[in-house]
C-alpha cells in the first residue's frame, strides 16, 4: 500500500486518536476552532474536549487513513462502537498548523 502524506496537523490529529490522548488531541486545535460532527457543532476548547471525550476517547477509536487530498482525509475509524470499522471524511482548516474547522461525515 502506498503511504500517504499528511499535513503536521493532520498526522498530530490521528497520532493522538489512536493514542487516546485527550490533551494531545485537544492541543491539535486551535483558539476558536469549531468541529461538526454527527448533526451538532462544538466550538471552542472546552466544547471541542467535550467532543473528543465522547466521540473519540471513551469508543476508543483507531483511525487508518486511505486517501487524503484537498484537506480531506478518508479514514476507517474503528473502536468499541456498533457497525464498526466505518469510513469517514474528515474535512480539516489548517491555519499555522493547527485545526481550526473540522467536519466529519461518514462516507
Known amino acids: ?3 500517504i502524506t499528511l ?3 493532520v498526522e498530530n490529529f490521528v497520532a493522538a486518536t489512536n493514542a487516546h490522548d485527550v490533551n494531545a488531541l485537544a492541543a ?3 483558539d476558536g476552532a469549531t468541529v461538526r460532527d454527527d448533526g451538532t457543532t462544538y466550538t ?3 466544547e471541542i474536549r467535550e467532543w473528543i471525550q465522547g466521540h473519540l ?3 476508543k477509536i483507531v483511525l487508518t487513513p486511505t486517501a487524503f487530498a484537498d ?3 478518508v479514514a476507517a475509524g474503528d473502536g468499541e462502537f456498533p457497525g464498526g470499522p466505518l469510513s469517514f471524511a474528515f474535512v480539516f482548516g489548517i491555519e499555522d ?3 481550526t474547522d473540522l ?3 461518514p462516507v
Request: proline share 8%; glycine share 12%; no cysteine.
Open 1 to 3: 500500500m502506498n503511504q
Open 7 to 9: 499535513p503536521e496537523a
Open 28 to 30: 491539535v486545535f486551535g
Open 44 to 46: 471552542g476548547g472546552a
Open 57 to 59: 476517547i471513551n469508543p
Open 71 to 73: 484537506d480531506r482525509l
Open 97 to 99: 498548523d493547527q485545526v
Open 103 to 105: 467536519a466529519i461525515d
